[in-house]
């Protein structure tokens, strides 16, 4: 069993930056594929990023290409999601996810992103 606590969300103003922390128990956090995921009202949630266990190239939803950063520090057992420029379009409760195989995967409760234009 993995739990998985999200922090770091609140509200900023447009072109304002944000990093959210995913602090995860366990001790084999390197084992875990992990993702930042979002859900603005009423539409579906969606990947934004995502990193696999030891790192490598991460990928990014294309509308946060080149806005935000997605890392991971496997000794913290924490993932990260810098988001730079930050738009409007962006406000939605953002999750972290972990992901090993197909059939295990735990979220997080979701923070929430609030971005004013």
């Known amino acids: 069993q993995v739990q998985l606590v999200e922090s770091g969300g609140g509200l900023v103003q447009a072109g304002g930056s944000l990093r959210l922390s995913c602090a995860a128990s366990g001790r084999t956090f390197s084992s875990y594929a992990m993702g930042w995921y979002r859900q603005a009202p009423g539409k579906e949630r969606e990947l934004v990023a995502s990193?696999?266990?030891?790192?490598?190239?991460?990928n990014y939803v294309d509308s946060v290409k080149d806005r935000f950063s997605i890392s991971r520090d496997n000794d913290k057992n924490t993932v990260y999601l810098q988001m730079n420029s930050l738009k409007p379009e962006d406000t939605a409760v953002y999750y972290c996810n972990a992901r090993r195989g197909v059939a295990t995967n735990y979220w997080g409760q979701g923070t929430q992103v609030n971005v004013s234009s």
């Open positions: 990193i696999a266990g030891t790192g490598g190239t991460p």
